[in-house]
């Protein structure tokens, strides 16, 4: 998110501090409005209209309170810091139940601040791009699937092509990534959006009642068969029928899958001929389906009909950055079940997500955030309300690959050595701005100009 001319209002009747936070923010690309008191706040908000407001709590024609109220009221959803000297914990409390994101006190620390304003404004420009996609139509730009990775645009712009096909498509994919997310999007993107979409998980059904499951059976075809039962494919026609986990299907069934494949027909057990239908076929799985050809598990003839055109779901851990947008969007999700105000995350809870490898994909995220939700007592997610075995791959992360393992200690480097190639690693990764790399390292600029000095005179000698 760029912060260029982003509009900050500034409310605060201490002329030299608001000078000075102002001259910092500027610094940084936002565009400050100053106001020093409840008035003039009021005015610059509906004018205005400020990306994010940061407030006094004490104003000389009232308090930095009423102006959250007026905002809470007339402008909501923008984020809202509040600042301090007198600050207490019941303060800090109302403010926060009130509405806003955030309570500081002074002595303030600028860089502390900087540092909640762009995560603030982060989220915020977060949940309003996810308010776009929750709201888009099923022909919309992102087919309902959160995240503007590389990746996943790659999979939109496959599933639009596959979609001019009324043939089969096979969806792969490890477990818990969305496959069949994708295989609602293949059908609302197709010409049979208006039909039925039905959904079956072959591994859930007993292979004894598999064929009258998908096919149907006549009135005393078996035992306790009283009534004759229209199967899926019937239930189906018209529209798409989904067939998950497809490598857990019986080599009979898969015999019997081809030729509805093959001919457009499906014979219900215990009928003596077959019944037409015009169902676009689905198929998906986290199995090897090549392997299980190899090993006799499946048909090799159904798989080269299927694999004609196939799709591949990424992993989570594929896909950068979706991790914060996908958690947003659980976020929202599980707060609106459990009937909860708006919550956030903290900025540590967010990097202990993008630290996580995620082996459970999507399915996992979305178990973690609910668990969130959950156990958060106040308005903020901290790493101790996520699973434990998340907030214990932080623990292990980050390791610099200069660290010794085993060997001989006299040839283990030193912990100067280490640091320097600590800091030159991260002053790398932030392309040398000293300002977030001293964010990074968790140390102030002054600091970091002298461990650079130092690294600079030795050197040169």
Known sequence: MTTRHTPILLVEDDQSLSQLLAEELEMDGYQVCQAAGLDQARAA?????????????RLPDGDGMQ???????EYPGIPFIVITAFGTVDQAVEALMAGADDFLTKPLSTDHLRLKIKRLLAQADMSRQLAEYQ???PGGENLGLVGDSAVMERLRAEIRQVTRSHAAVLINGESGT???????AIHQQSDRSGEAFVAVNCAGIPPDLMESEFFG???GAFTGARQPRKGLFAEASGGTLLLDEIGEMPLALQAKLLRVLQEGAIKPVGADHEEAVDVRILAATHMDLVKAVAGGAFREDLYYRLETLSLRVPPLRERGE????????FLKEACWRHNRGFIKFSDV????LRDYPFPGNVRELSSAIERAVTFCEGDTIQPENLPERIRKRQGSVGRPASLPGTGNVSEWPTLETLQKDYV????????GNKRRAAQVLGINRRTLYRWLESETEQGND
Do not use: Y
């Open 135 to 137: 709201s888009s139509q």
């Open 322 to 329: 979706d991790v914060e947008w996908l958690a947003m969007h």
């Open 349 to 352: 809870a967010l990097r202990v």
């Open 45 to 57: 908000l509906q004018e205005q209209r400020p990306a994010l407001i940061v407030s006094d709590l």
């Open 67 to 73: 102006v959250l109220a007026f905002q809470q009221a």
């Open 178 to 184: 969305g496959k069949e997310l994708v295989a609602r």
């Open 424 to 431: 030159d690693r991260v002053m790398a990764a932030v392309d």
């Open 217 to 219: 059976h006549e009135a």
